[in-house]
C-alpha cells in the first residue's frame, strides 16, 4: 500500500460522455502526476500538478484537463470521451517537485463504450 | 523513436535462473532511470534506480547503466515464481525529476 488512493476503481462511460476521477495523495506530497496506460502498453505521462498548478504537461489533447485541490488531491478531467480513451488511468504523488520517487495509486479503469 | 524502448517479450525462465531485461533510451541527457515492476491489474511499484554508469545491486536485482550505449539493464538473480510480472523501464523527462517516460514494458513469466 502506498498510501495513494484513487477513486473510483472501475467505470464504464459512453462516447462524448465527460468523466472525472479522482486521486488522493499521499499525506505531504505536494506532487501529483497522472498518467494513462492502455492496454499491453507502458504508462504516458499526461500531466503534473504541484502546489495547485500545472507544472508539465505530455502530449494530451486539451480535453485532457485537471485540478490540484489545497489539500493536494487532484482530480483528473475528460471531456467529448473516444473508445481510445479506455485505459487505466494512473496517479502518482511525490514528496516534492524534483524527487525522483513517485509512489502509484491502484489506478482507475475506465471502459469507454 | 520512443524516448525509452523496451523489448515486450514474453521472457519466461526456469525458477532458479537469472532474468534480464533490457531498455534502451534515445535522450543523452537523462541522468537517472528506474525500474518498475506491475503485477497484472495492479499499480507500478518502484524496484531499483541507478543514476551512475556500472551496476547498483539490491538482493536479487542488479541494474546496469552504459551511458555511452544508452543502455539499461535489470537483472534478477535466482528467478522466483512470484517475480512474474511486467517489467516497466523508466526515465524522467527533461529537467525534471518525476514526469517519466515508461517503456511498453516486458513481461517475465518464471516457471516452477
Known amino acids: 500500500e502506498t498510501g495513494v488512493t484513487q477513486s473510483p476503481t472501475h467505470l464504464i462511460k459512453t462516447r462524448g460522455q465527460q468523466v472525472t476521477l479522482r486521486c488522493s495523495s499521499q499525506?505531504?506530497?505536494?506532487?501529483v502526476s497522472w498518467y494513462q496506460q492502455a492496454l499491453g502498453q507502458g504508462p504516458q505521462f499526461i500531466f503534473q500538478?504541484?502546489?495547485?498548478?500545472?507544472?508539465g504537461r505530455g502530449n494530451f489533447p486539451p480535453r485532457f484537463s485537471g485540478l490540484q485541490f489545497p489539500n493536494y488531491s487532484s482530480e483528473l478531467n475528460v471531456n467529448a470521451l473516444e473508445l481510445d480513451d479506455s485505459a487505466l488511468y494512473l496517479c502518482?504523488?511525490?514528496?516534492?517537485?524534483?524527487?525522483?520517487?513517485?509512489?502509484f495509486g491502484q489506478g482507475t479503469r475506465l471502459t469507454v463504450v | 523513436q520512443k524516448e525509452v524502448e523496451q523489448n515486450s517479450g514474453p521472457l519466461s525462465v526456469p525458477e532458479g535462473a537469472i532474468a534480464s531485461l533490457n531498455c534502451t533510451y534515445s535522450?543523452?541527457?537523462?541522468?537517472?532511470f528506474f525500474w518498475y515492476r506491475q503485477y497484472s491489474g495492479k499499480s507500478p511499484e518502484l524496484i531499483m534506480s541507478i543514476y551512475s554508469n556500472g551496476d547498483k545491486e539490491d538482493g536479487r536485482f542488479t541494474a546496469q547503466l552504459n551511458k555511452a550505449s544508452q543502455y539499461v539493464s535489470l537483472l534478477i538473480r535466482d528467478s522466483q515464481p512470484s517475480d512474474s510480472a511486467t517489467y516497466l523501464c523508466a526515465a524522467p523527462r527533461t529537467n525534471t525529476g518525476n514526469q517519466f517516460y515508461f517503456g511498453t514494458g516486458t513481461s517475465l513469466t518464471v516457471i516452477p
Open positions: 502518482a504523488s511525490s514528496l516534492r517537485q524534483g524527487d525522483t520517487e513517485a509512489f
Open positions: 500538478y504541484y502546489r495547485e498548478e500545472e507544472n
Open positions: 535522450d543523452r541527457g537523462s541522468q537517472s
Open positions: 499525506s505531504g506530497h505536494n506532487t
